[in-house]
């Protein structure tokens, strides 16, 4: 053993001399680093790594495939292409080739076709044939295609992931047997920004088991589509709250009230209560004016207390008498209320009418009974009324 040794140094020692007696242990050092090399890259966990290696790499190249297949063939930015190739998994284009012709041939731009893809990614890998076509095919038949069906479908993807025969079709023909016809079925789809289809079929329900009539659920779907598409307890507690304010279900105004507490949040809610304080209103006027005419809870707060304020301080109303007719705050503050307001307010100073008329003969009837009535007839004596009634002028 101390022989091969010996000889081993020896056959070191003429290549070390070559480059000088001081750098022979830089050689040695060389060369045992050398030695240390080729045993480390055979041990068994570098071995492993080796064998694993080719998967990572197609691992990150199927990867590489999916972002740039988005980023190209769907419009994605690259942020978000890296973002949905996340929730997706696929090799080949063929399949999300097929899905985005389909979609294209029923009127999907580019843009609602990014817009869906990242809503709902999984729908390039849907079978055109058996899932998407039969459903945009029965969309069609409806009245519902091109941008409208593409709009609709990019807020409600739900639309083309639920069953057709199971869920889509048994919510049509609920939605049918309200609306009647398939073109207002098509526009409550158009007009609804979120559609839940099984929460509709239960709010539906829930009114029909209170005796509401057919024309009133009707009207409740198709002018008001975001309420009839409220999640059902909320949906619950609202009709809950109709009924106890003193609304029959079995009359339209029951729909006018819960379009105008559904829309309202709480917190809006109380601080209109503050408004309508300030404004001189008590509880039992709110609840008067409410229960005649809810369609007020929806003005801003400028808006009311700017009509308040016309009625109240300009035309002598009292809070309470403005509470007894709401309708009056229906109208246009510029265009309808100061104009006919500021032609009575000119009559009244001129002596030529004699007490304020009802706000309501003043603001609903026609212009030209209007006109007839308070401009025509005393035109000669106040020239100016026509200007003042066109809003040109004011006596406000």
């Given at each position: 053993m101390f022989v091969f040794c010996s000889k081993r140094l020896q056959s070191l020692v003429p290549i070390c001399k070559i480059?000088?007696?001081?750098?022979?242990?830089?050689?040695i050092i060389q060369s045992s680093q050398l030695s240390q090399?080729?045993?480390?890259?055979?041990?068994?966990?570098?071995?492993?790594?080796?064998?694993?290696?080719?998967?990572?790499?197609?691992?990150?190249?199927?990867?590489?495939?999916?972002?740039?297949?988005?980023?190209?063939?769907?419009?994605?930015?690259?942020?978000?292409?890296?973002?949905?190739s996340q929730r997706i998994n696929f090799e080949t284009p063929e399949r999300p080739d097929l899905v985005l012709g389909l979609l294209r041939d029923h009127g999907f731009t580019d843009t609602y076709i990014s817009k869906l893809v990242k809503a709902c990614p999984s729908l390039l890998l849907a079978n055109v044939e058996k899932t998407l076509l039969p459903k945009l095919d029965f969309y069609r038949?409806?009245?519902?295609?091109?941008a409208d069906l593409a709009r609709v479908v990019v807020?409600?993807?739900?639309?083309?992931?639920?069953?057709?025969?199971?869920?889509i079709i048994p919510c049509y023909d609920?939605?049918?047997?309200?609306?009647?016809?398939?073109?207002?079925?098509?526009?409550?789809?158009?007009r609804s920004s979120r559609i839940v289809l099984d929460r509709v079929a239960s709010n539906i329900s829930m009114l029909r088991a209170l005796g509401m009539s057919e024309s009133s659920i009707s009207v409740l779907v198709t002018?008001?589509?975001?309420?009839?598409c409220l999640k059902t307890s909320k949906f619950e507690k609202d009709v809950e709250k109709v009924i106890s304010m003193g609304f029959n279900p079995s009359k339209m105004?029951?729909?006018?009230?819960?379009?105008?507490?559904?829309?309202?949040?709480?917190?809006?809610?109380?601080?209109?209560?503050?408004?309508?304080?300030?404004?001189?209103?008590?509880?039992?006027?709110?609840?008067?004016?409410?229960?005649?005419?809810?369609?007020?809870?929806?003005?801003?707060?400028?808006?009311?207390?700017?009509?308040?304020?016309?009625?109240?301080?300009?035309?002598?109303?009292?809070?309470?008498?403005?509470?007894?007719?709401?309708?009056i705050l229906r109208y246009n503050l510029e265009k309808r209320i100061i104009p006919r307001c500021s032609v009575i307010k000119v009559l009244l100073s001129k002596g030529l009418v004699k007490e304020t008329p009802?706000?309501?003969?003043?603001?609903?009837?026609?212009?030209?009974?209007f006109l007839n009535r308070f401009v025509t007839k005393y035109q000669e004596t106040v020239p100016l009324l026509l200007d003042i009634f066109h809003g040109k002028s004011s006596s406000l």
């Open positions: 480059v000088g007696d001081s750098e022979i242990g830089l050689c090399k080729s045993f480390s890259s055979n041990t068994p966990s570098s071995l492993a790594a080796e064998k694993y290696k080719p998967q990572e790499q197609k691992q990150e190249q199927d990867h590489s495939f999916k972002v740039s297949y988005l980023i190209k063939s769907c419009g994605l930015t690259p942020k978000v292409a890296a973002s949905v038949s409806i009245g519902l295609s091109g807020w409600n993807s739900c639309l083309l992931t639920r069953s057709l025969e199971k869920f609920i939605l049918k047997s309200v609306l009647i016809h398939d073109e207002k079925v098509a526009k409550f789809f158009v002018c008001h589509p975001n309420v009839a105004i029951f729909i006018i009230a819960l379009h105008m507490i559904s829309s309202v949040g709480e917190s809006s809610w109380a601080h209109k209560m503050e408004i309508y304080k300030k404004c001189g209103w008590m509880e039992d006027d709110f609840m008067s004016a409410f229960r005649k005419d809810p369609c007020f809870m929806g003005l801003s707060k400028k808006n009311f207390m700017g009509k308040m304020d016309v009625f109240v301080n300009k035309m002598g109303l009292q809070p309470a008498d403005v509470a007894r007719v709401p309708i009802a706000m309501s003969t003043v603001l609903i009837q026609s212009d030209k009974a």
